[in-house]
């Protein structure tokens, strides 16, 4: 019987694109200020957004360099900082919150592991008010890089923290390379969401190791 879900954050609770296009925005404004250009904030943003649906490596360097504008190594480092640091405008999935309550409702115990940097992470769970919605959240950053998915370090914590075993245990995640590999290690039942235009849904499976289970929507989550 399961007793608790563990869900991952981004392309699983919300959208990994709207994130990037809040950071985009923020950018946008910066570039703009700090070269006062005579662009607008949006025609530097459409610009970014074209470039990196292009090639998503090296966006605000290319971005520089398509607008004629001198900047060196630190520059990028500080849009770098400000992109992981700004505080986003995104939301949960429209089928989070549904899920969320019949959850509760069940007396089910939630919890998210997720990877990124970990300010980054914060800022997006403070936003969300998920600290207030789950039981347990842990930022893998928080416990060192190595420990990032498809580590397992995180599910035993969780493991312990609910007081319950492995097979009790249900982990929701859309990432192939890293979101179901802990199946091999430890009985634990793993869902794929895949959502719309997810960021990580052409990834290769680690391993070859698969979920037990894909869903399209969280209304089709069953708890077994």
């Known amino acids: 019987m399961i007793k608790a879900v563990i869900f991952d954050l981004d392309d699983t609770l919300i959208s990994e694109y709207d994130y990037i296009k809040s950071g985009y925005r923020v950018i946008s404004k910066k570039i703009k200020e700090d070269y006062k250009l005579e662009n607008s904030e949006e025609q530097i943003y459409n610009l970014m957004w074209e470039l990196f649906e292009n090639d998503s490596k090296n966006v605000f360097n290319r971005l520089l360099e398509k607008l004629k504008l001198n900047y060196n190594e630190e520059y990028i480092k500080e849009l770098v900082k400000t992109y992981r640091e700004h505080i986003p405008q995104i939301e949960f999935f429209e089928d989070v919150m549904p899920c969320i309550e019949e959850l509760r409702q069940q007396g089910i115990k939630l919890g998210i592991i997720t990877d990124g940097y970990a300010i980054t992470q914060k800022n997006k769970l403070k936003v969300l008010n998920a ?9 893998t950053d928080e416990l060192g890089k190595e420990y990032w998915k498809p580590s397992p370090k995180a599910f035993e914590m969780m493991k312990e923290f609910f007081n319950i075993e492995y097979d009790e245990m249900m982990y929701v995640g859309d990432n192939p390379k890293k979101d179901f590999y802990i199946k091999m290690l430890y ?10 235009n997810g960021v990580y849904s052409e990834k290769s499976y680690f391993k070859g190791i698969k979920e037990d289970i894909n869903i399209f929507s969280f209304k089709s989550l069953k708890i077994i």
Do not use: H, Q, S, W
Not at 131 to 139: A, P, R, S, V
């Open 131 to 139: 600290y207030e919605l789950f039981d347990k959240i842990i930022i």
């Open 187 to 196: 009985p634990v039942k793993t869902i794929r969401v895949v959502r719309n």
